[in-house]
Nanobody, 113 residues
């Protein structure tokens, strides 16, 4: 059974950095594209980044230049390096796998002034 477990969330001052991880199991990690999403209270889930099986990343304008998605197929792990964090980045962050997609349980990121 597919499992995705996010970690690395926390509280950070604006301008700071965090690195999220998503450990995958139950399927062939390297065979699927991966994505990060986030959801703030009262708002819809928002796409944050994607990485193809080739390793090619894509980002929305809201995080481009600040966030970096990467994957380590040997470790079955997806990453999201977040820098220059803003208060508006406060949300619960989820990883998603494959076309279905499969979802993790999320990890909270809180950015304070």
């Amino acid at each position: 059974q597919v499992q995705l477990v996010e970690s690395g969330g926390g509280s950070v001052q604006a301008g700071g950095s965090l690195k999220l991880s998503c450990l995958a199991s139950g399927y062939i990690f390297s065979s699927c594209g991966m994505r990060w999403y986030r959801q703030a209270p009262g708002l819809e889930r928002e796409w944050v980044s994607s990485i193809a099986t080739s390793g090619a990343p894509t980002y929305p304008d809201s995080v481009k230049g600040r966030f970096t998605i990467s994957r380590d197929n040997a470790k079955n792990t997806l990453y999201l390096q977040m820098t220059s964090l803003q208060i508006e980045d406060t949300a619960k962050y989820y990883c998603a796998a494959c076309a279905l997609p499969y979802w993790g349980q999320g990890t909270q990121v809180t950015v304070f002034p």
